[in-house]
């Protein structure tokens, strides 16, 4: 009997797809299974039983729908966010990413989500912890994960699979607490933002803050250039109100200037565009010299 077969055989549904899904993220299939039953009873497009108001727009253990999905989310902010699909994306985030996968109320777009968040999870920190940061933190998480690895012997024995538990891989982001890797997360959203709102340079990269060029001899962690990125983006932006303040200033002093007097020989006119281009012009340079002493 094939792995695909034997899917089929102990409750998974569209196992084929789930098989495929699994494999395209490099999440052991066993543990796809493991996922699936814990989470849907093998693979259903259900909605959770979390203690938050429907709202009147789902049904709770009711089937997902794209019309129930579509109506609920824009009033998710207000009710509080409920599982979704076969894996049971819970976090907005998550939601999200489906959404621009193709939808949130499609069970293949939602295990693609799922299977690559826990993936994500075995791979930086193992197995059983993997399966408790899918569920969350505290005492049920912990059970979650204990219940989760006693159903993925099982389902290793029933696909014929037996690998052994991969060690958490390495890397500067591992070394990380989970409060610092969320306030990466949150600085790498707002510098995503800032890049999108027109407040960096796309064409180098540069995504809202000043790049170190030649850098210094100091050994910064990736948290560490985040927050150094961050608050010189939030120094830099009311430099850039007080020098577009003083182009207002000295743009109108010009132009009161450049008025000729009323009656017969009052001068010739001035080029009040030339001007303001000439002044900005002299300010950037200003500003490019000040920063470079501060260097």
Same mark, same amino acid.
């Given at each position: 009997?094939? @792995? ?8 998974? #549904?569209?196992?084929? *797809? ?12 066993? @543990? ?6 814990? *989470? ?6 259900? +909605? ?6 429907t709202g009147g727009y789902y049904e709770k253990g009711g089937p997902v729908t794209r019309e129930n999905y579509t109506a609920w989310k824009p009033h998710r902010g207000r009710l509080g ?6 894996? &049971?994306? =819970? ?13 949130? +109320?499609?069970? #293949? ?17 193992? %197995?059983r912890d993997g399966f408790r940061r899918y569920n969350g933190s505290g005492p049920a998480a912990e059970r979650y994960a204990d219940d989760a690895m006693a159903k993925l012997a099982k +389902? ?16 500067? %982001? ?9 306030? %990466?997360?949150? $600085? ?5 933002? &800032? %890049? ?10 540069? @995504?809202?803050?000043? =790049? ?5 001899? *100091? =050994? ?5 250039? $985040? ?5 010189? =983006?939030? /120094? ?5 109100i007080s020098l577009h303040q003083k182009v207002d200033r000295l743009t109108a002093r010009e132009t009161d200037r450049a008025t000729p007097p009323a009656g017969p020989g009052g001068g010739?006119?001035?080029? $009040?565009?030339? $001007?303001?281009?000439?002044?900005? *012009?002299? #300010?950037?340079?200003?500003?490019? &010299?000040?920063?470079? /002493?501060?260097?």
């Amino acid at each position: 009997m094939s @792995a695909v077969d034997s899917l089929a055989a102990w409750g998974i #549904l569209r196992a084929p *797809e789930v098989a495929a899904i699994a494999a395209g993220v490099g999440l052991e299939l066993a @543990a796809a299974a493991t996922l699936l039953e814990k *989470e849907s009873a093998g693979g259903r497009n259900v +909605w959770g039983h979390d203690s938050v108001s429907t709202g009147g727009y789902y049904e709770k253990g009711g089937p997902v729908t794209r019309e129930n999905y579509t109506a609920w989310k824009p009033h998710r902010g207000r009710l509080g966010s409920q599982g979704v699909g076969p894996c &049971q994306l =819970t976090w907005p985030g998550y939601q999200d990413q489906a959404d621009r996968a193709g939808g949130c +109320w499609d069970p #293949l777009v939602s295990m693609r989500v799922g299977f690559a968040v826990l993936a994500g999870h075995i791979g930086r920190h193992g %197995l059983r912890d993997g399966f408790r940061r899918y569920n969350g933190s505290g005492p049920a998480a912990e059970r979650y994960a204990d219940d989760a690895m006693a159903k993925l012997a099982k +389902w290793r024995d029933r696909l014929g699979t037996h690998h052994p538990s991969p060690a958490p891989r390495g890397g500067p %982001l591992m070394a990380l607490s989970d409060a610092e890797q969320g306030e %990466l997360l949150a $600085l790498v959203r707002t510098l995503h933002h &800032q %890049l999108y709102a027109g407040e960096g340079d796309p064409a180098t990269g540069r @995504a809202g803050w000043r =790049t170190w060029a030649g850098g210094t001899d *100091e =050994t910064l962690t990736v948290v560490d250039y $985040l927050r150094r990125a961050n608050v010189e =983006t939030r /120094q830099l932006h009311p430099n850039l109100i007080s020098l577009h303040q003083k182009v207002d200033r000295l743009t109108a002093r010009e132009t009161d200037r450049a008025t000729p007097p009323a009656g017969p020989g009052g001068g010739a006119p001035v080029d $009040l565009d030339a $001007l303001a281009a000439r002044v900005v *012009e002299l #300010l950037a340079q200003r500003l490019a &010299q000040s920063n470079n /002493q501060e260097r």
